[in-house]
């Protein structure tokens, strides 16, 4: 019942903005760390923007200055802002996160995926 759904990816031109959307649907009773990757074929999947329980964020090098990560804990949702979009950004983007999923118990979720592609 309880997963990860993305939303909001689609097709954009380089230097353009995109923003991906992340909810947990099922009603789980929270979310605690979330984490945005992405996954280029031929490539392995990398990270690309963290945000703690408590809204501490992280980047990686290649996207600082460029994507925002935030969350909605209200609507158990995550949100990646992608701005000055690159060619090399190009990719599908997963969502992963830990999951309270009842009072006692919680659990590590990736969502299936949203395709970004970026024309130059």
């Known amino acids: 019942q309880v997963q990860l759904v993305e939303s909001g990816g689609g097709l954009v031109q380089a230097g353009g903005s995109l923003r991906l959307s992340c909810a947990a649907s099922g009603r789980p009773r929270g979310i605690n760390g979330m984490a945005w990757y992405r996954q280029a074929p031929g490539k392995q999947r990398e990270l690309v923007a963290s945000?703690?329980?408590?809204?501490?964020?992280g980047y990686a090098d290649f996207v600082k200055g460029r994507f925002t990560i935030s969350r909605d804990n209200a609507k158990n949702a995550i949100y990646l802002q992608m701005n000055s979009l690159k060619p090399e950004d190009a990719a599908v983007y997963y969502c992963?996160?830990?999951?309270?999923?009842?009072?006692?118990?919680?659990?590590?979720?990736w969502g299936r995926g949203t395709q970004v592609t970026v024309s130059s």
């Open positions: 945000i703690s329980a408590d809204g501490i964020t």
């Open positions: 992963n996160g830990n999951l309270q999923v009842t009072a006692d118990s919680n659990r590590w979720f």
